[in-house]
């Protein structure tokens, strides 16, 4: 199975002190590397994922960044990443791995879900917030991602009083975990199995979330 080169990690130690063309130019065999690193890994991801979930697609995605609308110009991504989207509309959650320097991580969840998602999951929260608190306060999830994790409106939203006995989960506009790793974590050779494992422990809120958002408030499919 594929692991995280050393050597990937330094080229990004490298890039983050040199994110200038110039640099990039003359190192970009290091990068060419680095990326078929990331996507030789992303593949062997994919192929266990299957055995555990259905996955439709993998993205490994570009270190070039768009500067257009953006104060930070600097032309390059300090991260090598890659994504899973799940297969068909009633697996809902998309799997996400981060590779930086210090900063490694992988997550999933629902980044920017629409109003109509969004709403659908308040009006759940709203009349059983029970099922999914104990997905968030269930041991394994706590061990592996700590809390539930994502942007939060400063009070309750529209329709739903402020001391609501669910505000808390009520005021997420996000609904994201995630779980951080060690540089050394990331090189060893048991990375690939820990970044299944991670991602495995999502699937309780991941199935909680999919049944939400295929049914109606009366529990009948809508997909």
Not at 90 to 108: A, C, N, Q, T, V
Not at 146 to 172: S, W
Request: aromatic share 12%; hydrophobic share 35%.
């Amino acid at each position: 199975m594929a692991h995280i080169a050393a050597t990937s990690l330094q080229f990004l130690k490298d890039l983050s002190a040199n994110n200038h063309r110039d640099w990039f130019n003359t190192n970009k065999k290091h990068y060419e590397l680095a990326q078929s690193n990331m996507k030789s890994f992303g593949n062997d991801l994919l192929q266990e994922m299957n055995k555990i979930d259905h996955i439709d697609t993998l993205k490994v995605h570009r270190i070039y960044r768009d500067v257009r609308f953006s104060k930070d110009k600097t032309p390059y991504k300090r991260n090598l990443s890659c994504s899973m989207v799940r297969a068909t509309k009633m697996l809902r959650g998309g799997y996400y791995l981060h590779i930086e320097p210090g900063d490694s991580f992988l997550g999933g969840g629902f980044w920017a879900p629409n109003k109509e998602d969004l709403a659908r999951i308040r009006k759940e929260i709203d009349f059983d917030a029970q099922p999914l608190r104990d997905i968030i306060n269930n041991k394994t999830f706590k061990k592996t991602f700590g809390t539930l994790q994502g942007e939060q409106l400063k009070t309750a939203p529209k329709g739903y009083p402020k001391d609501h006995e669910n505000v808390d989960l009520l005021r997420y506009k996000q609904f994201l975990v995630m779980q951080q790793f060690k540089d050394e974590e990331v090189t060893a050779p048991d990375f690939l199995q820990k970044v299944v494992a991670g991602f495995q422990a999502m699937r309780p809120f991941f199935d909680y979330m999919s049944e939400v958002l295929t049914t109606d408030e009366n529990g009948i499919p809508i997909v």
